[in-house]
């Protein structure tokens, strides 16, 4: 990923490549679900996602020559990517359970084996 590479040049490369590192991935998982969403409703998936933004903030934010600011934006576009994938599957799940009819933790008490006559 271009976006990845980028933030090689950053101070927060230097200081917390673990952050660097979670967001990336979680905007590759906001991308990876669209994509399997996508596929599965035979729709058209764009390549154009405002999830790429979350690496490109802390990259343009390097230019200001800040570093406390580089990595408080580099934290902050991390929480946000892993809040926006964590939206994203919550979505998700709400709307199976909608279409299923099934809840999420707590099953029907009709379901259980103790109603089962012996």
Aim: aromatic share 16%.
């Amino acid at each position: 990923m271009t976006e990845g590479f980028l933030l090689s040049f950053t101070a927060a490369y230097v200081y917390e490549r673990a952050v660097i590192y979670v967001l990336l991935n979680m905007t590759m998982a906001v991308v990876t679900l669209k994509l399997m969403l996508h596929n599965m409703a035979k729709r058209h998936f764009s390549l154009w996602h405002s999830c790429f933004l979350y690496p490109l903030i802390p990259f343009l934010a390097s230019f200001t020559g800040v570093d406390w600011f580089v990595l408080g934006m580099n934290r902050l576009m991390a929480i946000s990517a892993t809040g926006h994938f964590l939206f994203d599957m919550y979505v998700l799940s709400r709307q199976f359970m909608a279409h299923s009819g099934r809840t999420f933790f707590i099953r029907s008490t009709a379901s259980l084996s103790n109603n089962i006559p012996v």
